[in-house]
């Protein structure tokens, strides 16, 4: 079945370390997007992929990274100048960006501090 | 820019009662409007999408909703509430020229008694 898998689905950090986590789509879809979700907050949108090789930042990207090198693949790394890394962390993707297409999401991966 | 609302946090019924969740709207153009559901700990799912075309749109899960563009809403609702249907409730508009991101509400969770 196709679909987007993230993982770990749950990750800690320690203080000043870095963390990837993992979105695998086998959609064939181009376009894919990250989101953090807070209690009460929605979701907002980290970074985003219209096409492999590109990405843009998208409204609270600071202390956040990602790469694009396969269609499939979009990691995010969390930096350690993320100073409140704890939240739910959700990739998507759609068949591109075009603006009737669906987001598809994955399960989500849960990042706490210790 | 565009933007969502959804008024109140938690909505409470009973099985087998009407689900109704309020979602408002601002945006410059017409709307593309969607409903997602997340269960907990999981991604989200899309339940519903308005495009153009018929206001009163169909779902999954039994769900509908209607475009009212006089009142700038988007309200979820289903005739008879079941015990699955316990989640939170996302509303979200994208902008329905160009690349726009999609902008979410603060979420519903809907609570369902016995």
């Known amino acids: 079945d196709g679909g987007i898998t993230q993982s770990p689905k749950y990750l800690f950090r320690k203080e000043g370390q870095n963390v990837t986590l993992s979105c695998e789509q086998n959609l064939n879809h181009d376009a894919m997007y990250w989101y953090r979700q807070d209690p009460g907050q929605g979701l907002r949108l980290i970074y985003y992929?219209?096409?492999?090789?590109?990405?843009q930042k998208g409204d609270i990207a600071e202390g956040y990274s990602v790469s694009r090198e396969k269609k499939e693949s979009f990691p995010l790394t969390v930096t350690s100048a993320q100073k409140n890394p704890t939240a739910f962390y959700l990739c998507?993707?759609?068949?591109?960006?075009?603006?009737?297409?669906?987001?598809?999401f994955g399960a989500g991966t849960r990042l706490s501090v210790l | 820019a565009q933007s969502v609302t959804q008024l109140g946090s938690h909505v409470s019924v009973s099985e087998g009662a009407l689900v109704l969740l309020r979602c408002n709207y601002s945006?410059?153009?017409?709307?593309?409007l969607f409903w997602y559901v997340q269960y907990p700990n999981q991604g989200l799912q899309l339940l519903l999408k308005?495009?153009?075309?018929?206001?009163l749109v169909k779902g999954i899960n039994g769900f509908e909703a209607e475009f009212k563009k006089s009142e700038t809403s988007f309200h979820l609702t289903k005739p008879s509430a079941h015990m699955s249907d316990a989640a939170e409730y996302f509303c979200a508009v994208k902008r329905n020229t160009g690349f726009q991101k999609l902008v979410f509400g603060t979420g519903t969770r809907l609570l369902v008694s016995p």
């Open positions: 998507a993707s759609s068949i591109d960006w075009g603006t009737k297409n669906i987001q598809y």
């Open positions: 308005y495009t153009t075309g018929a206001t």
């Open positions: 992929s219209q096409i492999v090789n590109d990405f």
């Open positions: 945006s410059s153009v017409p709307p593309y």
